[in-house]
């Protein structure tokens, strides 16, 4: 995943470059400006729609006693989005603009959820490999023994490892 990002912070930005330059050969400089700075505005003004859109399914979830599982992921996505949008370029303006409107966002919605299942099964197992303790250090410590000597942080006993 590291790796991932690393190429992204380092490829993106060449890419996006390129396509820049590309455009402003075909459309002329004062175009591609223009279509730049218009989908910094659109994504503002998209941001603010589907942001409020959100909040009142939001809040009508809440109101009828369900979790708005759903309006949270769809508002983080919003908001990644609207961050692809207003960040110059046409590479993550096309990304931001899929995320953005609610049919190709709900076929975004399964692959993140897909993804933080894996990355949330994943972080359990690690934490907790024993069942009994958490690993931490090369030690293993008994989370569930609390010494009675008065210690309020309860450091626990040793185990080994």
């Not at 959100?54 to 009828?64: D, G, V």
């Not at 931490?136 to 009675?148: I, L, M, T």
Request: zero cysteines.
């Amino acid at each position: 995943m590291g790796l991932i990002l690393v190429a992204l912070f380092i490829g993106l930005p060449f890419a996006e470059l390129a396509v820049i330059v590309g455009a402003a050969d075909a459309f002329g400089l004062g175009w591609t400006f223009l279509a730049l700075v218009g989908f910094s505005v659109l994504g503002g003004w998209l941001v603010r729609r589907e942001g409020s859109a959100i909040w009142s399914r939001a809040n009508a979830e809440l109101a009828a006693g369900r979790m708005p599982t759903n309006e949270v992921l769809d508002g983080a996505l919003v908001l990644l989005g609207g961050a692809l949008l207003l960040t110059p370029g046409f590479i993550t303006d096309a990304v931001g603009l899929l995320v953005m409107f609610p049919p190709t966002r709900a076929l975004v919605r399964p692959l993140v959820v897909r993804v933080m299942a894996k990355r949330a099964a994943w972080t359990v197992r690690v934490e907790t490999p024993t069942g009994s303790g958490v690993r931490s250090g090369g030690r293993v410590y008994d989370a569930r023994s609390r010494e009675s000597s008065g210690d309020p942080y309860g450091s626990g006993r040793d185990l080994g490892g």
